[in-house]
């Protein structure tokens, strides 16, 4: 047995797969703040002076028993992943829900057949925000959010869930065109939002576990996408209005059992 | 009969009821290179300087033989009731669906007793822009919108409503607590949205025509609308999420005949 197979590391690399990173000093500041929140770690540069914000940080994380690591300015520049804005503070929240897609697939379909929701070039936070909290409050079973061509979990998108981003199930991939044919196999099938020859989304009774697959306003889902549906739902409009806002179709969609 | 009742009089106050003024340099430069808008009038001030942008509004104009009227900096501040932001320039809209609810009531219910929504302390445009957008979308009849408590139609609203504020039936009151009466009175029911002892709104089936009231995120209906309430419905939430977003909320009841 080596190493990266030991019960020990797996358990480790299950919980940190499991972490969300959030960087800035204010929404580190309210992230702090935020009692309901279990938050893993608190990481600062070597760099940052005293006073200020960064004292209330780590006046707050130490209130909270919260471990503080230090590190250069290059390592926490890694470990943001956005140097230009971490302003050398960041912070890792545990969120139970968070995992890469191919832990979830292990327990996937699950008995109730509950649809799955994906993004496809969703990249305003504002609108992604707005998705995770519906679907979170959905009887869905979550998103499948990719890191290729979507928005990346920020503290803008966390304000704009209300604080959801940590409570339901949010499975991410690379990308979606790899992962969904994963799901194919476990008997899943894509459909993509449509308004051109496209079944009612009432009218739509699927017979097999479903994920909904919905692009971006201006230019729908990719062709790599489309050619893996195997359903088209359209959601029927009235007074000529052409389309609905991403985050307005993605909560009719996930609360459609209801 | 004197000149307030003659048939011209009134085709006039008609005309006049159903247009939607806008005002801002840019936003009105927008809107009337927008070909599918049907614009009634422009006004511009005296003081406007030429060149610049309010030559090209003007040239539109002409292209579009839309007629121009001058006004001084007070009139047109009555025009735009926004002296601060008009910027000297302000359009009239025709918007055939916007309308003195009163208006509407003539006509209401309708024999498919479709449902109103009703705002009651919606401030945010962004929002605003949302709810119009889906409530035109779906099957319900319009949006009542009363103008104290809520934002105004502004350049930032038709944005986020997509042009869609145009083609909608949108009911303008003054106060939502004088007008919720009247419709009462035509055999309509009041509906507002409750997480406590609310049926699900999956369950619950009208016998009536119905107004919805959707309160704003923080505070809710009123205390005085509250009290007109004769049902009150749900979204149960998954995961322990407390509320949705007021414009997702819209959407749900909007498309939940469907």
Do not use: F, W
């Given at each position: 047995m080596n190493q990266t197979d030991s019960p020990e590391?797996?358990?480790?690399?299950?919980?940190?797969?499991?972490?969300?990173?959030?960087?800035?000093?204010?929404?580190?500041?309210?992230?702090?703040?935020?009692r309901s929140l279990e938050i893993f770690r608190l990481h600062l540069a070597d760099s940052n002076r005293g006073g200020g914000i960064v004292e209330q940080?780590?006046?707050?994380?130490?209130?909270?028993?919260?471990?503080?690591?230090?590190?250069?300015?290059?390592?926490?520049?890694?470990?943001?992943?956005?140097?230009?804005?971490?302003?050398?503070?960041?912070?890792?929240?545990?969120?139970?829900?968070?995992?890469?897609?191919?832990?979830?697939?292990?327990?996937?379909?699950?008995?109730?057949?509950?649809?799955?929701?994906?993004?496809?070039?969703?990249?305003?936070?504002?609108?992604?925000?707005?998705?995770?909290?519906?679907?979170?409050?959905?009887?869905?079973?979550?998103?499948l959010l990719p890191s290729k061509g979507c928005a990346d979990i920020s503290a803008?998108?966390?304000?704009?869930?209300a604080g959801t981003v940590f409570k339901g199930n949010?499975?991410?991939?690379?990308?979606?065109?790899?992962a969904l044919p994963a799901f194919i196999e476990k008997g899943f099938e894509v459909c993509t939002l449509s308004s051109h020859q496209a079944t009612p989304l009432a009218e739509f009774k699927p017979q097999a576990p479903i994920i909904y697959v919905l692009g971006n306003e201006t230019e729908g889902v990719s062709k790599e996408i489309a050619a893996l549906s195997k359903h088209r739902v359209g959601i029927p409009m009235a007074n000529g209005v052409e389309s609905l806002n991403v985050a307005i179709t993605a909560a009719l969609i996930a609360f459609s059992g209801l």
């Open positions: 590391y797996l358990a480790r690399k299950s919980a940190y797969d499991r972490l969300i990173t959030v960087y800035g000093r204010k929404p580190v500041y309210e992230i702090l703040a935020d940080i780590k006046s707050l994380a130490a209130q909270r028993n919260i471990e503080i690591c230090y590190h250069s300015r290059e390592q926490l520049a890694r470990i943001s992943r956005n140097s230009k804005q971490d302003q050398g503070v960041a912070c890792d929240i545990h969120s139970a829900g968070y995992q890469p897609y191919k832990k979830a697939l292990e327990k996937l379909p699950s008995a109730d057949q509950r649809p799955l929701i994906a993004l496809d070039g969703i990249t305003n936070p504002q609108n992604l925000g707005m998705i995770i909290r519906s679907i979170t409050a959905s009887p869905a079973y979550g998103l803008l998108v966390i304000k704009a869930s949010i499975l991410r991939c690379e990308s979606l065109a790899k």
